[in-house]
């Protein structure tokens, strides 16, 4: 498709289950980015990779959370024994360059996440 | 660190009005700086950005300036219309990492 893409767009889990959540970043891109975003907040920064290679996990918030591109293309964000305070959008953002380049990054819609 | 401060909404503003919302930020290193928007019901998309000091980022009459010894990147437009109406995300990026402010909610009415 022609931007990032990101499924699905709504879930809602049980507190105590486990969640995937998916990301088709734009073709060709280096760059793959998750983010976290708590209603009315900005945006934080989860996880990135290059290509395949998880260059930067500080912003993951607990080990609960786990993030892979196994073939530096299609990404999963996942979440185990989900908590309320992991309600938020989750956000995948990609980009052509690696960031030393610090080119633009494109965002996908996000995925709203409510544990109930 | 690194963080944003932006200034905070909402902010309610009639047609042809003029908008500033600030932005300063504290960065290690030489940061590049973004302006991201949010339309309602879509995702972040570009406005504008700067890479170095003095540049100076536009797109869609909107603005802004890297003002190095300000640690500022404030966001104008001369004269605002309905369609403007979203959030705006100053975004700093140093290293692999945007980082984002809390986000300025714009209403323009007619």
């Known amino acids: 498709g022609a931007g990032v893409s990101q499924s699905p767009r709504y879930k809602v889990a049980k507190r105590g289950q486990d969640v995937a959540l998916r990301c088709d970043p734009i073709s060709g891109h280096v760059s793959l980015f998750w983010y976290q975003q708590a209603l009315g907040q900005g945006p934080e920064f989860l996880t990135y990779f290059q290509n395949e290679a998880q260059l930067d996990k500080s912003g993951l918030p607990s080990d609960r959370f786990f993030a892979e591109r196994p073939e530096g293309s299609v990404s999963t964000l996942k979440i185990q024994r989900t908590q309320q305070e992991d309600s938020a959008v989750y956000l995948c953002?990609?980009?052509?360059?690696?960031?030393?380049?610090?080119?633009?990054?494109?965002f996908g819609q996000g995925t709203r996440l409510t544990v109930v | 660190g690194n963080s944003v401060t932006q200034m905070e909404g909402p902010v309610t503003l009639s047609e042809e009005a003029f908008l500033t919302i600030n932005c300063t930020y504290t960065a290690t290193g030489y940061p590049s700086l973004f302006w991201y928007v949010q339309y309602p019901g879509e995702g972040l998309q570009l406005l504008l950005k700067a890479t170095k000091a003095d540049d100076k980022g536009s797109n869609k009459g909107f603005e802004a300036t890297y003002r190095k010894e300000t640690t500022s990147f404030h966001l104008e437009k001369g004269s605002v219309q309905v369609s403007d109406s979203a959030v705006y995300f100053c975004?700093?990026?140093?290293?692999?990492?945007?980082?984002f402010g809390t986000g300025t909610s714009l209403t323009v009415i007619p």
């Open positions: 975004a700093p990026i140093t290293g692999n990492q945007f980082y």
């Open positions: 953002a990609s980009s052509l360059a690696n960031q030393g380049a610090r080119t633009e990054a494109f």
